[in-house]
């Protein structure tokens, strides 16, 4: 009688994990293929003999090497095992299927031409282009000789998943969406410059430049502790003003900062310096 009672609660406890894990699956799936808008997007390829040498700076500047490769062709940049196998698409190839609106929807909306949501796409960053930067990021795209290989879906483990239905990690519509609600203080012209370098820093800072915990980044009023000398060390180097090396700083200063002209420097380090004196 015992060994009965005993089988049939083992076959209880293995039932309720079979449904738990599948309710977990689905549900974490239903995130991933959750459907968006797909709107019209007026976005062209910029034209004339500016157009791909902005975009290329600008490409630079908001880390599309970073996940894509030199070339843009993409290549694994997450390799977590239980979290995620995260690849980033081969650009010069889809720019040979993609209209200009499906990649100016992946670039700053974070959805597939089918609405699908990209994961880890920093669409919120790029959402705060204009038409006219986005279109420049387009004509660079599109001028790069496509070759490479097709790269592999994304995977996602059990832990991201998990992320994702409890909303530590978000795709990034949503991630979008939430940032239209924390858009970047405007204190006029004089800081118009520096406000628009600024959204560069919004991927690891998040949307209000309040800090990202998940990340470990910190809120840029930090910015008050630094002089403009030591600024622009940690632009260039990502050394901190006590002189240590912040390991994301610095591979992002490497990567992307070290292209900022010294104007562009003082432009958002005057700008940053506002927000935090208006945050006293």
């Avoid at 894990?21 to 709107?39: C, E, H, I, N, T």
């Avoid at 282009?129 to 995977?155: F, K, M, Q, T």
């Avoid at 059990?158 to 991630?175: F, H, K, N, Q, S």
Wanted: aromatic content about 8%; some cysteine.
């Amino acid at each position: 009688m015992a060994i009965k009672w005993l089988t049939r609660i083992a076959l209880g406890l293995i039932a309720l994990s079979v449904v738990g894990y599948l309710a977990f699956y689905f549900g974490s799936q239903l995130v991933m293929d959750k459907k968006w808008p797909v709107r019209p997007d007026p976005v062209r390829a910029a034209e004339g003999p500016n157009a791909v040498t902005q975009g290329a700076r600008l490409a630079r500047l908001y880390g599309c090497q970073d996940c894509h490769g030199t070339e843009l062709r993409g290549r694994l940049y997450v390799d977590e095992p239980g979290i995620a196998s995260l690849w980033a698409p081969n650009l010069t190839l889809k720019a040979q299927t993609y209209s200009d609106a499906d990649l100016a929807r992946g670039i700053r909306a974070g959805i597939d031409p089918k609405g699908r949501a990209l994961i880890t796409m920093p669409s919120v960053a790029y959402s705060r282009l204009s038409d006219a930067e986005i279109g420049e990021i387009l004509a660079y795209i599109r001028s790069l000789r496509p070759g490479g290989e097709v790269r592999p879906l994304s995977n996602v483990g059990w832990i991201g998943r998990l992320g994702l239905i409890t909303d530590d990690y978000r795709t990034a519509p949503v991630e979008v969406a939430n940032a239209r609600d924390h858009p970047l203080p405007d204190f006029g012209p004089r800081f118009a410059a520096g406000r628009g370098l600024a959204r560069a820093c919004v991927e690891c800072h998040g949307a209000d430049l309040s800090g990202d915990r998940g990340v470990g980044t910190p809120n840029l009023n930090v910015v008050k502790d630094y002089t403009e000398a030591q600024f622009e060390k940690l632009l260039l180097t990502g050394r901190s003003n006590t002189g240590h090396e912040l390991d994301l700083m610095s591979a992002t200063a490497r990567r992307r900062f070290n292209g900022l002209s010294s104007a562009d420097m003082a432009a958002l380090y005057g700008y940053l310096r506002q927000r935090a004196k208006t945050a006293e």
